[in-house]
């Protein structure tokens, strides 16, 4: 069983910074890409970034130059650094990750995490 789960999120002001972090856990064989989507009530969950195992980041066009990715592969765990925040990036922000388990060797699945609320207010 594998388990993500996010931290870091709050209440910041117009301007201002927030780091969030995602730590995967359990029987994790590897872990491919991964990322940081959003969602606000009532729309679709939209990609903010993602990360590979390699390294190689992509982002969303509202959030280049304000928000960096990044991961520490030691410790399964996927950060998203939020700078110059607006009020439109307030929403929920859920972690990704393709994970292949030690339990089913050469399959991989798409985990969620719960999601951590980012309120930016003006």
């Known amino acids: 069983q594998v388990q993500l789960v996010e931290s870091g999120g709050g209440l910041v002001q117009v301007g201002g910074s927030l780091r969030l972090s995602c730590a995967a856990s359990g029987s994790i064989f590897s872990i491919n890409v991964m990322g940081w989507y959003c969602q606000t009530p009532g729309k679709q969950r939209k990609l903010v970034a993602t990360i590979t195992s390699g390294g190689s980041t992509s982002y969303a066009d509202s959030v280049k130059g304000r928000f960096t990715i990044s991961r520490d592969n030691g410790k399964n765990t996927v950060y998203l650094e939020m700078n110059s925040l607006k009020p439109e990036d307030t929403a929920v922000y859920y972690c990704?990750?393709?994970?292949?388990?030690?339990?089913?060797?050469?399959?991989?699945?798409?985990?969620w995490g719960r999601g951590t609320q980012v309120t930016v207010s003006s």
């Open positions: 990704n990750a393709q994970i292949t388990t030690t339990q089913r060797m050469g399959v991989m699945y798409n985990y």
